[in-house]
């Protein structure tokens, strides 16, 4: 079975910081573009960090210089460090396996995804 299985979501205020992680099982973690992505209620998927194979990270103009991600593909896991969080950062938090290069509206478009965690960022 193909796993993604995140963790490290939960409440912060703003300003806070928080690190996701991601642990991939079932496939060959070391060779696939991995992504997180999230998305608010009421609000369409938001791709917010890459990372390619060999560790070379992308990000949005949105998450430049707040988030910061990071594989380990001895571990098979996935990380996302997020400092200075604002209340619009709120929102499911998910990893998912698939071209960095390609842009998704939806999860099930990506190779595989996990079930998410949950961020919420209020004071």
């Known amino acids: 079975d193909v796993r993604l299985v995140e963790s490290g979501g939960g409440e912060v205020p703003p300003g806070g910081s928080l690190r996701l992680s991601c642990v991939g099982a079932g496939f060959i973690f070391k060779n696939y573009d991995m992504s997180w992505v999230r998305q608010a209620p009421g609000k369409g998927l938001e791709w917010i960090s890459g990372i390619y194979p060999n560790g070379e990270a992308h990000y949005p103009d949105s998450a430049k210089g707040r988030f910061v991600i990071s594989r380990d593909n001895y571990a098979n896991t996935l990380y996302l460090q997020m400092n200075n969080l604002e209340p619009e950062d709120t929102a499911m938090y998910y990893c998912?396996?698939?071209?960095?290069?390609?842009?998704?509206?939806?999860?099930?478009?990506?190779?595989?995804w996990g079930q998410g965690t949950q961020v919420t960022v209020s004071s």
């Open positions: 998912a396996a698939g071209p960095i290069n390609l842009k998704y509206a939806t999860l099930d478009e990506y190779v595989f």
